[in-house]
T-cell receptor, first 117, second 118 residues
């Protein structure tokens, strides 16, 4: 079946522009995570959704970052007034389990590579 | 708090020789530990996971890892490297609930790039 799908695959933005990154999780998956992977680094947690509820946004680096999942399926990560330090690969992952019951592994998408010039 | 340290940023082996990728962890909870692999321009794929059952964990593609609490280590090994093993590998820790399930929020190491020479 289909895996986690992210779009666009690549995004180039000029500094100061707003961007929106989309994640289509595996159908029926309750949990959805966003991670940020800077060049040469491991992914870092940004935020977590359980269905439509954003239960943890402790990893969002600033108030320019905003994520939503209004119907409990597709999620969008929005970055306002992009800065060069926002350049990274943004990874989305989903799981059928709920927070605290995640015996199933996370399924990761291929990511969106954002370059801010 | 929890963290992982991957001791080598790059490892280079010849095809057919053993692979050892080193990882040390720090966790104030009983940890769940994972190894993920990332091929270029591909998503992260789970190789194996430890969640307090057997300390020797077998994964996909012939990889295995041993949880050593006394050494706070979770090294990844494979007896014989294949060219297709060339990728970046991440050691990952997650908070582990008393009920035996993973919290889910993952903390990644910095990654080890494995190069396999013919």
């Amino acid at each position: 079946g289909a895996g986690v799908s992210q779009s666009p695959r690549y995004k180039v933005a000029k500094r100061g522009q707003d961007v929106a990154l989309r994640c289509d999780p595996i159908s029926g998956h309750v949990s959805l995570f966003w991670y940020q992977q800077a060049l040469g680094q491991g992914p870092e947690f940004l935020t977590y959704f359980q269905n439509e509820a954003q239960l943890d946004k402790s990893g969002l680096p600033s108030d320019r970052f905003f994520a939503e999942r209004p119907e409990g399926s597709v999620s969008t990560l929005k970055i306002q007034r992009t800065q060069q330090e926002d350049s990274a690969v943004y990874l989305c992952a989903s799981s059928p389990g709920r927070l605290g019951q995640l015996n199933s592994p996370l399924h990761f998408g291929n990511g969106t590579r954002l370059t801010v010039t | 708090a929890q963290s992982v340290t991957q001791l080598d940023s790059h490892v280079s082996v010849s095809e057919g020789t053993p692979v050892l990728l080193r990882c040390n962890y720090s966790s104030s909870y009983s940890p769940s530990l994972f190894w993920y692999v990332q091929h270029p321009n591909k998503g992260l794929q789970l190789l194996l996971k430890y969640t307090s059952a057997a300390t020797l964990v077998k994964g996909i593609n012939g990889f295995e890892a041993e949880f050593k609490k006394s050494e706070t280590s979770f090294h990844l090994t494979k007896p014989s490297a294949h060219m297709s093993d060339a990728a970046e590998y991440f050691c990952v820790v997650s908070k582990h609930n008393a009920g035996g399930t993973s919290y889910g929020k993952l903390t990644f190491g910095q990654g080890t790039i494995l190069t396999v020479h013919p």
